[in-house]
């Protein structure tokens, strides 16, 4: 269960306020997959920190159970001048796993070779998505935040990613920002809509697709 409580989040913007989310209140169901949709900059990846507790709001709060993972895809919580195992190392104290089984699994599944002890400032942004792709699938999370990725890398690498991604929802929700309508569909049952603000919810998963094209079109 989330649960978002008078919600507000605003920016300034050449001087005037954006409101992305304006006085949200709507609980969302538990072990649900979710697609979030809306058209670019309506504040999908920003509700997804807000809900991961790495942004504050201006006014409100979020009530959750269960654990959260951060939003799978945003390396801006990782500190580039560890290594890639460093930072791993240190978000397994931080969500209580065994340190060297979750080192051990990034280390497999990103396929960085040298690099995973080298600083992650020297990674270009696919090692940087792999990375952080691994880590968040190496915690079993009871809900995944989800920012556009689910595969990265070649052929081979993409198909691995949504195979360990596949078989994580089956014990787990999401809450998923994706704009390949195949990827929403494959992995989410119902859907979120975020327009001017405001946010709905709708059970039946191509009802929200057919309201987000509609608004897009």
């Excluded at 006085?23 to 169901?29: D, E, G, I, S, Y």
């Excluded at 945003?74 to 089984?101: K, P, Q, T, W």
């Amino acid at each position: 269960m989330i649960r978002f409580e008078n919600l507000t989040k605003s920016f300034w913007l050449k001087g005037e306020r954006k409101v992305v989310i304006d006085n949200l209140n709507l609980t969302l169901p538990t072990g649900k997959s979710l697609a979030l949709l809306g058209r670019n900059g309506a504040g999908k990846s920003t509700l997804l920190e807000i809900i991961a507790g790495t942004l504050r709001p201006d006014h409100g709060r979020v009530i959750h159970e269960g654990s959260l993972s951060w939003p799978v895809g945003l390396a801006a919580s990782f500190h580039h001048e560890l290594s890639g195992a460093e930072n791993v190392r240190f978000i397994a104290r931080i969500y209580g796993v065994d340190s060297d089984d979750l080192v051990d699994f990034v280390e497999d599944f990103a396929e960085l070779g040298k690099f995973y002890h080298m600083p992650m400032r020297s990674y270009s942004s696919g090692m940087r998505a792999r990375l952080t792709f691994g880590a968040s699938m190496g915690i079993k999370f009871d809900t995944y935040l989800v920012d556009e990725v689910t595969a990265v890398g070649d052929a081979a690498f993409k198909r691995k990613s949504l195979a360990v991604f596949a078989d994580r929802m089956r014990s787990s929700g999401a809450i998923m920002v994706n704009h390949s309508m195949g990827q929403i569909r494959q992995f989410c049952d119902s859907g979120l809509v975020l327009e001017h603000g405001k946010m709905l919810y709708f059970e039946d998963l191509e009802e929200a697709i057919a309201v987000h094209e509609a608004m897009l079109a």
